[in-house]
Structure formats: C-alpha cells, structure tokens
C-alpha cells in the first residue's frame, strides 16, 4: 500500500486548495515535514486518515470538526487521496459535515458528507487512463474500502501512520492487541478456522462415541427382550451377544421338533374325519333322491292335464291373431261412421247433443243408412270456391297486418319531429349565449397576461428588497459585534501595555544587577575586570531575587503574545468596522421599519404576479375551450334542424300511406268488422267441408276392412277345430300363464331324470343302512389343530426372534469395530485440539494462530534488533517473550527489552522517552519489512512518522537518521514530522508549513496551490 498523492481545501488550518504530490519524494526515499507548532504538519496524516477510514486520531471520542474556522461561507471542504493496492490505483474524494448558510441566505443548515471512490483503469497508473467510478456515497464507499484497504484504522495508525501519541502503542500493546493487528497483517485468520474445526470435530467424534454406546446398550436390552430375559444386564461385550445368540437356537430346535410331531397327528385325525364326512354325504344324497323320486311320482295325472291345455292353448294362439283383427276393424268402422254423423252435423249447424245423437243412431245403421246428403264430388266443388275466396283476400290481409306498424311509425315519426324542434331550440338558445362568455374570458385573460409580463420586475425588485433587509438585519447584529470587539480590543492594548512594562521593569532590574553579578567574581589579590585594582574594599551588594536570563526571556516572550494579542483584537475590530459600512451603505441610511415595509410590498407584488403567471394556461383553455364550444354548437344547430325537417317529411308520407290502406280494407271487409274476420269465416267453412269429405272416405275404407277380418277369423276357425269364436277364446291362455305351466313341467321332467339318475349311482350301492356318526372324529381333529397351532405359532415366534437376534449380533459386530476405530481417532483429535488450543498438554498455553504469530513475530524481532542495536550502541534489542502471562493468561505474543549493560530482560514499559520512542521506530520498521518480504502479505510501502526525535540526544539522533536513511534502499517512502532544526540539514527533501497574515496555512515544497 502506498500513499500517491493529496489534495485538499478548507480542512483544518488549510482554507485555500493545496496538493503534495508523495511520489515526487520517491526518490528521496525521506522527507521532512516542518513548520511552527500550530501550523498544520500533523493536519496532512488527519486528512490522509480521515480519507481513508473517515476518521482522525487527534479527534477519538470527540466530535469531528474538520472544516476550517477559516473558510467563508462559499468555500469549500474536501480531501482527495490518491493512493495504490497491489498494482491499482485509486482516487477517494470525501468531504465532512459542516454548516453552511441556507439557500434563502437565512440560518444555517447542516451539509451531508459525501464521498467518492475511483479506481484508474490505466494500468500504467498515468493520469492519461480514465478514471471509473466504484461507489458515490459514503456508506458504499465505506463498504468497498473495507475490501481494497489490508489493514483497519488502528492497525494503519500503528504500522504505516505513526500519529502523536500512538507512535508506541504496539511496541507497549497488550497480547490480544498485538495479535489483532498481526493476524491482519499476515492472514493468519485460517489457523483460528483451523483450530475451530478440530474443536468441532472433536465434539462431533465425542457425540459419535455416546450415540455409538447408546446403540449398544439398546440393542443389549432388544436382546434381553428376545430372550425373555427381565434380570438385571451386564456391561454390553460381544461374548454376551453370543451367549445369547445360542441360548436362543437351542430353543427354536426343540420347537421345530415339536411342531414337526404335531402336524403328523394333525394330518392323521384330519384323515380320519375326513372318511367319515364322505360316507355320511353319500347316505344324505341317496335318501334325498328316494323322497324326491316318490313325490314325482304322485303328481303324475296332474302333468297330463297340464299338457293338453298347453295344446289347446297353443291352437287357440295361433286363430287370436284373426279375431283381434276383426275385433280392430269393427272398431274402426264405428269410429268412422261415429266421425261422420259428427261432421254432418257441424256442416249441417246441429248442437252438439244433437250431433252426439245421430252418431249413436248412426252407429246401429248399415252404412247405406248413414250416407251424406252430399257427395264427394260435390264437396269438392265447395272446397274449390272456398279456396277461391280465401286468395283474393290474400293482399288485403297483408295490409291490416301492417296497418299497426304503421300507425306505430307515425307516432314515433311525430315524436322524432317534436324532440327534434325542442333540440334546436336549446341549441340556439346555447349557441345565443356563448359570445358573452368569450368576451368575458378574453378580458379576464388579458389582464392576467399584463400582469404576468411584470414578473421579473417584481422578481428584481423582491430581490433587491430582500438584500436591504438583509443588510438592515446585518447593521444591527454587527452593531454589539463591534462594541464587542472594540471593548477586547481595549482590554488587549491595557494588556499588552502591562506587559511591555513588565518588560522595561525586568530589563531595568537586570542592568541594575550586572554591578552584583561582577562583585560576586572578585577574588581578593586578583584584578578587577572593570577597574584592574586588586583591592576591594567595598563590593556592589545585589538583591534578594536577581534577574535570570530566562526572567528576562519570559517577559520579552510575553510582549510578543500580548503584541500578537492586540493585532489581532485590532483586525478584529477593522473586519467588524468594513462590514458594518457595506451594510450600511446597502440600507442607504433608511431604518429598518422602512425596508421591512418596502420589503412587504415588493414581496405582495411578486406574489400577484406570481399568482397571474398561474392563472394563464387555465384562462387560455378555457378561452380555447369556449371557442372550439362554440364552433361545434353552430355546427350543431345545423345538424338538429336537418334532423326535423327529415323527422316531418316522413311523418307526412306515413300518414298519407294510411288513408290508402284503409280504404282498400273497407271494401273487402264487407258486413264483418275486418279482413281478418272474413278470412277466418272462410276458412271455417272449408275445415267443414273437408273433415266431411275426410269422413265419408274413411267410412268407405274401414267397412270393406271389417269383411276382409271377417273372412279370415271363419277360415282360420275352421282350420284349428273350434266350432265358433267363444270356442277359441276360452282355450286361450296368456303368454304369462303359458310359460309357467312350460317351467312346471319342465322342472318335474328333470327332478324326476335326476332322483333316478341319484338312485342308480356306483358308490351309493354298498353303503351301510344306519347314518354314520362323524362328532367324535371331528372333536380329535379340532384338538390335534389346536396342538398344531400352538406349536407352529411358537416356533415362528422363536424363528422371527433368532432373526431379530441375528441382526442385532451382526449390527452389534459392525458398532464394537467402528467404535474401536472412532475411540482411535477421538483420542487423536481430542489431543490434537487441546494441543493448538493452548490446553494441556500444551505447557505454553499458546493457541495455534499465536503459534504462528509468533513466529512472524520473531521475525519482527529479528527485523528489528539490526536497527535497534545501531541506534542503541548494542545496548538494546527487543526479545521474543513467549512465557504464560500472569494468572496463566495464555501468551505467545509478549516483548521485552534486553539491556546489555545488565544482561537481563525487562518489560518495554521500563523504557524512558527517547529509549521508547527508538524501539518503537525499530519495531516499526522491522514490521514493515517483514510483511511486506511475506508472501501473500500486505506490501507497506509508505510510512509516516509524527514528531518523537525531539526526545533524542545529538549522537543518538544521528544514528536514528542514518537507521531511516537505510530504508531509501527497499523503495519506501518515508515522512518525518519534526521541530529538531538538524534535521532540517540532514534531509533536504522537505514540506514546510507556513502560517500567513490572516492566519491560515499554507504548504510549500508539495507542489502546493492556494
């Protein structure tokens, strides 16, 4: 890491822009930084800091006031730092929090900070690569350096920037402390992983262990339960297993034995009763066969009678066809003829009492008797000029159909006119009334347009009144402001002239004293330096409290501050006394109830044209508005009286269309109210006169059906063998009846077949008379089963618990070699994580990561004792102290100072000023040169050292020198900050820092701008 280049403004002493430009010292290797105490050298590390990690040493646990007491209102405050990480280069700009006026001028408000990082995609790192922004507020920013930056800001203060103050703190740190910026320093996060792991594997073998027991004994007491074992349980062995395994073999042997006895008596009892059960089968079914073989028998003439009628009923089925024929066709005549004595009547205009009386008479008459007085062909005739008629009515029907539509037309037509000349009316009315409105507008438009067009003079002069005001405000603040400063001003002339005659007081006493002074030199029998008489008879006497050389020093020092003092009273009171007549010569001498009063006025006026400006683009729509409303109703008014014209004409030729129509229809109407009437009458009597023609047809059809039925029923009688009619329906049966009777006899023929087929059965020939009795044989079959089962059960049993037990044997084989294996490696891993945890046996109680540590640290020490032995003469190295610490506190990271004048070892505390301030230069520069030799460490390539050499004697200065000259070698870039004037000579590489007249700093040697 390396420091570039810095730029800042209005940070601490510095109000005008300045720029160092670091590499330019490259080199050089060291440069100075000097200047007055006050001026501002440790201010460039605040802003190097402050850049970095939004933070300043000088400044912890206070608040952070950056901005310079110097800087007006308009400046600005910023710090921009360009520095590189491993090969890239990055800009960050940040700027703090601080108040500044409001954009009204009125108060103060607190502005944000901000910051800003880049990164130089130029890998040459020239300035002629363009800069790419990474982030550009402060908390990203933040977030991104926390990633680029190796190192965080205490660690920085103690290896790269050495501050006032801290210059010592990691020689002096405490173990934890030094370890945190080591671990950094050298990555060596990964060994505390390290550590961390091995204790989690630890636990997790130790966990492995306990489950692995665990398992054990629940398989033990799985075991036991096989077993049938409730005693109390040893510790779990593999020989236990094993006992167990075959206490419980031999068990299931002697039931397999047993289960094999019972199924041998089973099977011979089941035989037996088996035998028994045939036998007694064979002797039911015979004597069921005999029973059913006897009762077929004696039904016999039943079944003969049954068959005969099943004949009859067959022949009488096949004559039913004909007699239901003949049945339908008399039916059917006597409905025709019934349908015909109707219509007759109808035509004839007969009552329906009437009409239903001659269609009885007519029903017992021959069909001669019931002939129509008129004949088809006549009918027909009739029918004929029926038709005639009906089509000549065909248009006019057509017209009274359409007559209410019409009439419907012509209402809607007279209410389209009537709506229509009210729409006009209103359009007219509306079309008459928008001129007005637009005039209206036109005038409120134009107003507000010349009032608008004086906004920017209401603006200039709201402006103008507002600086007076200001100004007014301004005379009477600076008013107490200056009697202030003029009474500081006087009370600072009274002090400076006090000390002046201090000082002539002082200066006096001291001359006066010169005459003492010498007397106190005489020596009896020597001459006097002033006289050169060897006899002194009467010496000068002095007085009680003689002047120093330093009284005389501290009373001219004090004129100086009190005449610093006065000066700067005096600027104070000639700044307050110039803004005060700019004030005053703003307010052109009116008091400030007159400019608050012309400030009112101006504020109104710009708010009423303000207000106009508003108004403008409402007033021109609506202006728009009116006119384009206008145009349409002009338009719209046209349009509606198109529409009524339109509406009348149609309306007219409507209702002339109706008069037409209803003249035609008053003539085909004739004596009924309408057309329709006519029609319908009509067609009434063409419906008569063809139902009667339908009528006579049909009576003429169903009587020459009715003989054709008859003739076939004689034939068919006669050819079946029944006398008559009655004779063939009284034999009939249904198709019901006839199944059942077929069922019945069917079923008889086939019990019968089979009580013989039984009876005449082989293995029914020899049994035995009296029934066989089968109880006793199947209660010592049932028994043998129960014997079966019990010994079968308890077999499966003992065989399902030996394969049970197997497994637990060989999943308990399986846990005693794994835990052997996993209490192996626990052992191992235990004392491996007790080793680099710091635990026993680790007698240093030194944890891995400080193990590692330390031996950087040793490396540091090493680093560092070449330097420190040069600028101690070798009487001084550091020591690696890796003794427990007190109350067994773990170590590994202690240091300690070994002087060789006592040849022992003391704490680093025990150091003075100057010794510490070398060790901790030592120690610093050893750090440095061991990180960055590491690889994969973090490259220091800039370090900064804040004053301490002040403490150095000459001789020990000289060789401090010589030590930081050494490091121009390894390319570092080194920055002193410093008031011993020889150090001046010794490094010509310098920034000097130098206060102005009006009190802020400036840099020069930086490549500084201001």
């Avoid at 009273?569 to 009116?590: K, P």
């Amino acid at each position: 890491m390396k420091i570039l280049r810095l730029r800042l403004a209005g940070f601490g002493p510095y109000k005008d822009e300045q720029l160092v430009d670091f590499e330019r010292f490259d080199s050089d290797g060291i440069f100075l930084i000097s200047g007055k105490t006050g001026a501002g050298k440790s201010s460039i590390l605040d802003a190097i800091c402050f850049a970095l990690y939004n933070q300043v040493p000088r400044f912890d646990g206070s608040e952070l006031k950056l901005r310079s007491d110097h800087c007006e209102a308009g400046d600005p405050t910023f710090v921009e730092l360009d520095f590189s990480v491993n090969q890239s280069r990055y800009r960050l700009r940040r700027s703090p929090a601080y108040e500044r006026p409001k954009k009204n001028q009125v108060g103060v408000t607190t502005a944000a900070p901000t910051a800003v990082l880049q990164v130089l995609d130029d890998a040459d790192g020239s300035d002629s690569g363009g800069w790419r922004g990474i982030a550009a507020k402060p908390g990203a920013v933040g977030h991104e350096l926390d990633t680029i930056l190796p190192l965080k800001v205490d660690q920085f203060l103690q290896v790269i920037l050495l501050a006032q103050n801290r210059f010592q703190r990691f020689l002096l740190a405490k173990t934890e402390e030094r370890r945190a910026v080591l671990r950094t320093l050298f990555n060596t996060g990964r060994f505390e992983q390290l550590e961390a792991a091995l204790i989690l594997r630890r636990k997790g073998l130790d966990e492995q262990l306990a489950t692995s027991q665990r398992d054990l004994e629940q398989d033990q007491t799985a075991a036991a339960q096989l077993l049938r074992d409730e005693g109390p349980l040893a510790a779990p062995t593999a020989g236990w297993f094993a006992a167990a395994q075959h206490d419980l073999a031999g068990q299931l042997d002697a039931a397999t034995i047993e289960q094999a006895r019972t199924v041998a008596e089973l099977t011979a009892a089941t035989d037996r009763h088996q035998s028994l059960l045939q036998t007694e089968q064979r002797q039911l079914r015979r004597s069921a066969a005999a029973s059913a073989l006897a009762a077929l028998d004696s039904r016999q003439d039943d079944i003969v009678r049954e068959r005969s009628d099943l004949q009859n009923a067959a022949r009488a089925a096949r004559v039913w066809p004909q007699v239901r024929a003949r049945h339908e066709a008399a039916s059917a005549l006597a409905a025709a003829e019934s349908a015909l004595a109707a219509a007759q009547a109808q035509r004839a205009g007969d009552r329906p009492a009437e009409i239903a009386g001659a269609g009885a008479g007519a029903a017992g008459r021959s069909r001669s008797d019931v002939a129509s007085p008129e004949t088809l062909g006549q009918l027909q005739l009739v029918i004929d000029g029926l038709l005639g008629r009906l089509g000549a009515l065909e248009d006019a029907l057509a017209d009274e159909l359409a007559l209410p539509g019409l009439d419907n037309e012509i209402a809607e037509l007279l209410i389209e006119q009537l709506e229509g000349t009210r729409a006009l009316d209103a359009a007219r009315a509306q079309a008459d009334a928008l001129p007005e409105q637009i005039e209206a507008i036109t005038a409120e438009y134009s107003a507000a347009q010349l009032a608008a067009a004086r906004q920017p003079d209401t603006m200039i002069a709201l402006d103008r009144a507002t600086l007076t005001l200001e100004a007014a405000q301004t005379v009477t603040r600076l008013g107490s402001v200056l009697l202030t400063a003029q009474q500081a001003e006087l009370t600072a002339s009274g002090d400076n002239a006090d000390a002046a005659a201090h000082y002539e007081s002082v200066l006096a006493r001291r001359f006066s004293g010169f005459a003492a002074e010498l007397a106190t030199r005489l020596v009896t029998g020597d001459a006097c330096a002033v006289c050169g008489s060897t006899a002194h008879p009467q010496p000068a006497l002095g007085h009680d409290d003689p002047v120093t050389t330093h009284d005389l020093n501290t009373a001219r020092s004090t004129v100086t501050d009190r005449q610093g003092q006065l000066l700067v009273a005096q600027n104070a009171v000639q700044s307050v006394d110039l803004r005060l007549a700019e004030a005053r010569a703003l307010t052109s001498g009116r008091d400030a109830a007159t400019i608050t009063a012309e400030h009112d006025a101006a504020t109104a006026a710009h708010r009423l044209a303000d207000r106009a400006t508003a108004t403008l683009p409402d007033l021109h729509a609506r202006l728009a508005q009116l006119q384009s409303t206008m145009t349409r109703a002009a338009t719209s008014v046209d349009q509606l009286r198109g529409q009524r014209d339109q509406a009348s004409t149609a309306h007219a030729f409507k209702v002339s269309q109706r008069e037409a129509i209803f003249g035609r229809l008053a003539a085909q109407r004739g004596e009924f109210d309408s057309v329709r009437g006519q029609a319908a009458h009509l067609h009434d009597e063409l419906t008569q006169a063809r139902t009667l023609a339908t009528a006579l047809s049909v009576v003429d059809e169903c009587g020459a059906a009715e003989d054709a039925a008859q003739s076939r029923l004689a034939a068919q009688l006669a050819e079946e063998a029944f006398t008559d009619e009655a004779a063939a329906l009284a034999a009939r049966l249904d198709q019901p009846e006839i199944e059942r009777r077929t069922s019945a006899l069917r079923v008889h023929d086939d019990g019968l077949a089979a009580a013989r087929a039984t009876l005449a059965q082989p293995d029914l020939a020899d049994l035995p008379t009296e029934p066989v009795d089968v109880v006793p044989a199947a209660a010592a079959a049932a028994a043998a089963s129960t014997a079966r089962d019990a010994a079968l059960t308890w077999q499966s049993s003992l065989v399902d618990r030996a394969g049970i037990l197997s497994a637990i044997v060989r999943r308990v084989g399986s846990l005693f070699a794994a835990s052997a294996q996993l209490h192996e490696m626990q052992q191992q891993v235990r004392q491996l994580a007790d080793v680099v945890h710091g635990d026993e046996p680790n007698t240093k109680r030194m944890r891995l990561e400080n193990y590692v540590l330390a031996a950087q640290l040793e490396e540091i020490v090493a680093a560092a004792n070449i330097r420190l032995r040069t600028m101690t003469s070798g009487r001084y190295t550091l020591e690696h102290d890796d003794s427990l610490a007190f109350g067994g506190a773990r170590s590994g990271l202690g240091l300690a100072i070994r002087d060789e004048y006592t040849g022992r070892a003391r704490p680093t505390h025990s150091l003075s000023g100057g010794e510490t301030f070398l060790a901790s230069l030592a120690l610093a520069l050893g750090l440095a040169e061991v990180v960055t030799g590491q690889a994969g460490g973090v490259t220091l390539d800039t370090l900064f050292v804040d004053e301490g050499f002040g403490s150095l004697d000459g001789e020990t200065l000289e060789t401090a020198m010589s030590t930081l000259d050494s490091l121009r070698a390894g390319g570092r870039t080194i920055g002193l900050i410093s008031h011993v004037d020889s150090m001046k000579e010794q490094i010509p590489a310098t920034l000097r820092i130098v206060v102005t007249d009006r009190g802020f700093s400036e840099i020069e040697g930086g490549d500084a701008m201001g």
